[in-house]
C-alpha cells in the first residue's frame, strides 16, 4: 500500500521510498528532559484504506506498506483470544477477553514489529538490522534474524533479565551488553547504524515499528467478529505499544470498517508514570522509573507523544498501579485463568482490576474489554524469588499421602 510519512508535531509531510527515521524539521529538538519530537507517522490514501470496506474479509497484511515474504517463517499474529470465565465472574464483567500476545514465536508482542521491519530490510535489500532494547525486543528481532537469516545487533543494559538477554544469543545475534541504562543502548546502537549501516529498528525511531504493532488492532477486529472492543487496556512504557494499538484502530477508522475508536486505557506502573503523568499535567517531562515490571520501566518515553495523543483521540483514559497490584495480578491471571505472563504484561491486567467499576459505570457490564498481554511468564521467572516456593519433598511412603489435607 502506497504511503507517506507524516511528522506528529510539525505536520510535515514525506513521500519518499527512502527509509525515514525520525522528521528532518524537528527530530532532536526537544529540550532536556523532554519526550522526544520528531516521530513519523504512516500515513495512507483514505481512498485506498476505504476500498479495504469491499473486501469480504481483511487482514492486517492488507493495512502494511510492505510485503510480507514467506509468512510462514516466522509466523506472527493469531494469537488466542482467551474468555476468562472466573475473572468475568469475579469482575462483573461479562465481555472480558484477554489478548495472549504472549505466545508468538519468541513470547512477546514485539514479534508484531521485528516482521514488519524484517519486510523493510528486503524490500531496501538490507541484511543487517541494529538496535536497543531491555530484551522483548532484541529477542523478537533477534528470532526473525534467525528465520530469514538477517544479521542482528543488539544492545542492551548488562541489567536486563538474563532470560531474554540469553534467548537473544541462542537465537545468533550480537548481542552488546552495555554498562548503562536502555537510552545508553539506544544511543549506542544509533551510533553504530551511523557508522556500519544497516537499518536501525529502534521503537519510535523507526515508523515502521509502530505500523507492526497495529497488527494487534486489526487482528481483534477480526477475532470479535469485524468489530471494535468497546475498550483496550494497554501495558504502557515507552508509548510504542500504545501507539501501535492506537494506530490500528485509526487505520480500521478510516477505511470505514470501524464507526468509532475503542477506549485505550495506559496501563502504567506507579514507578514509571511519565505518559500517565503527561495525560494529566499536559507536561512532556521524563521520570526516574524504577518498576520491577521491567519491559515498561522508561524514564523518557520514545512515543510518549503519540501515546498521549492516542488517549485523548480515543477518549481513553490512564491507570497507574503498584507494583504489589503488579505482581499480585501476576498471581491471580495464573491461578484464576491459566495464562503465565511477564510483570509489564501483568500491569494492564492490574490496571483492569482497579478500574473494573469504572469502566463498569461508563461502558456497562455487557461491554467487551480486552486487556493486552504481552509477554510470556518465562521471560522473567526471577521476579518470583521470595514470592513462591516449590514444595518439600514428602518420604516414599503410603503413611506420607495419608496426611496430606488437600
Request: hydrophobic share 40%; charged share 25%; net charge neutral.
Amino acid at each position: 500500500m502506497k504511503f507517506r510519512y507524516v511528522c506528529l508535531d510539525c505536520g510535515a509531510e514525506f513521500v519518499t521510498d527512502d527509509i525515514m527515521y525520525l522528521c528532518p524539521k524537528c527530530g532532536g529538538s526537544e529540550k532536556p528532559g523532554e519526550f522526544r519530537r520528531g516521530v513519523l507517522s504512516v500515513i495512507y490514501d483514505e481512498e485506498e484504506l476505504k476500498s479495504l470496506k469491499d473486501k469480504e474479509s481483511v487482514s492486517f497484511y492488507d493495512f502494511f506498506p510492505y510485503e510480507i515474504k514467506n509468512k510462514d517463517a516466522y509466523p506472527v499474529g493469531g494469537t488466542p483470544l482467551v474468555r476468562p470465565i472466573r475473572l468475568s465472574e469475579r469482575y462483573g464483567m461479562k465481555g472480558l477477553n484477554l489478548k495472549l500476545d504472549s505466545q508468538l514465536p519468541s513470547g512477546s508482542f514485539k514479534d508484531r514489529a521485528s516482521q514488519l521491519i524484517t519486510a523493510q530490510a528486503m524490500a531496501h535489500g538490507v541484511n543487517k538490522i541494529a538496535l536497543a532494547s531491555t530484551g522483548n525486543a532484541g529477542a523478537a528481532m533477534s528470532c526473525a534474524g534467525a528465520a530469514y537469516g538477517l544479521d542482528i545487533v543488539l544492545f542492551v543494559p548488562a541489567t536486563a533479565p538474563v532470560n531474554k538477554l540469553m534467548q537473544s544469543v541462542l537465537y545468533g545475534a550480537h548481542v552488546v551488553p552495555v554498562k548503562g541504562t536502555y537510552d545508553d543502548a539506544f544511543a549506542l546502537s544509533i551510533e553504530y547504524t551511523r557508522l556500519h549501516g544497516g537499518i536501525n529498528r529502534n521503537t519510535a525511531y523507526n515508523p515502521m515499528t509502530i505500523e507492526g504493532k497495529k497488527s494487534i488492532s486489526i487482528e481483534l477486529f477480526n477475532d470479535l467478529g469485524r468489530k471494535a472492543p468497546d475498550a483496550v487496556y494497554v501495558p504502557t512504557g515507552d508509548g510504542c505499544i500504545f501507539g501501535g494499538v492506537w494506530k490500528g484502530f485509526y487505520d480500521l477508522l478510516q477505511a470505514g470498517l470501524i464507526d468509532k475508536m475503542p477506549h485505550l486505557i495506559c496501563a502504567q506502573a506507579e514507578k514509571s508514570n511519565a505518559i500517565s503523568q503527561a495525560f494529566r499535567t499536559g507536561k512532556y517531562l521524563e521520570v526516574s522509573a524504577t518498576t520491577r515490571a521491567d519491559s515498561i520501566s522508561v524514564n523518557n518515553p520514545a512515543n510518549g507523544r503519540m501515546a498521549v495523543h492516542g488517549i485523548k483521540h480515543s477518549e481513553g483514559w490512564s491507570v497507574e498501579v503498584s507494583e504489589e497490584e503488579i505482581l499480585s495480578a501476576q498471581l491471580e491471571l495464573t491461578r484464576d485463568a491459566g495464562v503465565f505472563v511477564e510483570p509489564a504484561a501483568a500491569c494492564a491486567f492490574a490496571a483492569f482490576r482497579k478500574d473494573a467499576e469504572n469502566v463498569k459505570a461508563k461502558l456497562g457490564e455487557d461491554a467487551t474489554v480486552t486487556v493486552l498481554l504481552t509477554g510470556t511468564g518465562f521471560k522473567d521467572m526471577a521476579v518470583f524469588d521470595g514470592r513462591v516456593a516449590l514444595p518439600k519433598a514428602i518420604e516414599n511412603s503410603v503413611e506420607e499421602v495419608r496426611k496430606l489435607t488437600f
